[in-house]
């Protein structure tokens, strides 16, 4: 059973399936906006989402390994030099419009990820009551805060957080421990006051390195790690 560290004053929380689980069906969907905003024609979607899933392959472990953010552009690069795409990567500008769109998109229900759990925004809730503070810590991939703050607060959990970072607005991914003290910061709370909740042996147990407490969510549980089974943990007895 968790026991929450006394010195805890913040709780830093990845998002996926961590707080929310994904949806497959919004990957066809994203793929086909992207390429039709850059005024690309799909022949092969199936090829398209092939591609698409070992260039996340490919820059997730970059990024564990290296600490470094790998976002939309080297990724969709990937996506171009595998598919012989001859057409020049989009602007600062053209991403910005782009990333709008996939958040509309994404809130529409049928792509709407999931909560981990049904009841937590209510466990946020009282966590929040007991004098929390709530932070969330996701490295960015395709999705940066322009897709993912507008799910957020249609799900409702964006009002219940003090800070949300997404590591491409610093260029540095977990285990990175510069994330985790950007994101303290924020919180405005010392390291050893900050809790990290997440599923990632790797990108997200390692903060103990950079000096907070960690401790893993995994509902069948986890061998050589702490690890709670569920978000009510948190709240003690």
Not at 55 to 80: C, Q, V, W
Not at 96 to 110: F, K, S, T
Not at 166 to 191: N, R
Request: aromatic share 10%.
């Amino acid at each position: 059973m968790f026991t929450m560290p006394t010195d805890v004053r913040a709780i830093s929380f990845d998002i996926w399936k961590t707080l929310l689980n994904g949806n497959t069906a919004f990957t066809r969907p994203r793929l086909e906006l992207i390429f039709r905003m850059l005024g690309v024609q799909i022949v092969d979607i199936e090829a398209v989402v092939a591609v698409y899933k070992r260039s996340n392959a490919k820059y997730d472990g970059l990024m564990e390994e290296t600490g470094h953010d790998f976002g939309f552009f080297p990724r969709l690069a990937y996506i171009f030099a595998e598919l012989k795409i001859q057409r020049n990567l989009p602007n600062d500008s053209e991403v910005v419009e782009i990333q709008q769109a996939l958040g509309q998109l994404r809130c529409n229900p049928e792509y709407m990820p999931p909560l981990i759990e049904p009841d937590l925004l209510r466990t946020l809730e009282l966590l929040k009551i007991q004098g929390y503070r709530l932070g969330l810590l996701s490295n960015t991939g395709l999705d940066d805060q322009l897709v993912m703050e507008p799910v957020l607060r249609k799900l409702g959990i964006w009002d219940l957080v003090d800070a949300a970072v997404f590591t491409s607005e610093i260029g540095i991914a977990k285990p990175g421990p510069e994330t985790f003290m950007y994101e303290l910061d924020k919180l405005g709370v010392q390291v050893h006051q900050a809790l990290h909740v997440g599923d990632n042996t790797n990108a997200d147990y390692r903060a103990h390195e950079a000096g907070l407490h960690a401790v893993m969510y995994a509902p069948k549980g986890i061998e050589g790690y702490p690890f709670i089974r569920s978000m009510k943990e948190l709240l003690g007895k």
